[in-house]
């Protein structure tokens, strides 16, 4: 039972290193870019960002 708590505690671990990665290569890479971008996709920026907001306080 050991073996297999040590095997949980490390996939875990290396997936949410993985998601926060994921999050991070995004917000370098792609929110630069649609901060150059038109107006119509500041906006659909500005309303994501909102809606992740939301959720965050939601939770």
């Given at each position: 039972?050991?073996?297999?708590?040590?095997?949980?505690?490390?996939?875990?671990?290396?997936?949410?290193?993985?998601?926060?990665?994921?999050?991070?290569?995004?917000?370098?890479?792609?929110?630069?870019?649609?901060?150059?971008?038109?107006?119509?996709?500041?906006?659909?920026?500005?309303?994501?960002?909102?809606?992740?907001?939301?959720?965050a306080t939601a939770a």
């Amino acid at each position: 039972m050991k073996a297999f708590s040590t095997i949980a505690l490390v996939l875990s671990t290396l997936s949410a290193g993985l998601m926060a990665g994921l999050f991070a290569a995004f917000a370098y890479s792609v929110m630069p870019g649609l901060r150059q971008s038109s107006d119509r996709a500041r906006r659909i920026e500005r309303d994501a960002l909102a809606r992740l907001r939301k959720m965050a306080t939601a939770a």
